[in-house]
T-cell receptor, first 111, second 115 residues
């Protein structure tokens, strides 16, 4: 079973920041937080991952709370093309196997 | 780099028929994964390979399902005696083993409809 809890849906205005929350209260010390997204009719796409420090790349920023029990994915300037289902996944850093997806958050970016 | 490719993109079959899907991973990737996704759900893991060795299989992978990766490059997923419950999107992903973590790159999927 997925180790994360996400809201089923969120709306965001185009050009504004989208902040997607994720709860992972049972996360252990060696588990990373990963984010993927899935645009309609496509395969999932990797966005970002982190352990305990905040991370930023060209797609998004990941803010992890100090106790690591929750995190927020930030899309700084959402566009219509960011409309997708966003999945937060917790995974052992040493694991080389599968990803366990939950139902994710359906983000709708509106003009 | 053309990414992960899957063929066919769509397959419609009648119950009881056999179907086979193909996945071509990113060329240097040594790990290959199969997932299944039904409507409204996230992808569910089926199996994965490191090179040609099948290292893990989910309990979702019944004895009607078989996956191969004969030369450690492309992979096939066969479903025998298809059932209507097999209707789903079948996703393939690949990754490069870097020891600590691995970003999985997904293909576009094969959508199976069993009538």
């Amino acid at each position: 079973d997925a180790k994360t809890t996400q809201p089923p849906s969120m709306d965001c205005a185009e050009g504004r920041a989208a902040n997607l929350p994720c709860n992972h209260s049972t996360i252990s010390g060696n588990e990373y937080v990963y984010w993927y997204r899935q645009i309609h009719s496509q395969g999932p796409q990797y966005i970002i991952h982190g352990l305990k420090n905040n991370e930023t790349n060209e797609m998004a920023s990941l803010i992890i709370t100090e106790d690591r029990k929750s995190s927020t994915l930030i899309l700084p300037h959402a566009t219509l093309r960011d409309t997708a289902v966003y999945y937060c996944i917790v995974r052992d850093g040493g694991s080389q196997g599968n990803l366990i997806f939950g139902k994710g958050t359906k983000l709708s970016v509106k003009p | 780099d053309t990414g992960v490719s899957q063929n066919p993109r769509h397959k419609i079959t009648k119950r009881g028929q056999n179907v086979t899907f193909r996945c071509d991973p990113i060329s240097e990737h040594n790990r290959l994964y199969w997932y299944r996704q039904t409507l409204g759900q996230g992808p569910e893991f089926l199996t994965y390979f490191q090179n040609e060795a099948q290292l893990e299989k989910s309990r979702l992978l019944s004895d009607r399902f078989s996956a191969e990766r004969p030369k450690g490059s492309f992979s096939t997923l066969e479903i025998q005696r298809t059932e209507q419950g097999d209707s789903a999107m079948y996703l393939c992903a690949s990754s490069l083993d870097r020891g600590r973590y691995n970003e999985q790159f997904f293909g576009p999927g094969t959508r199976l409809t069993v009538l």
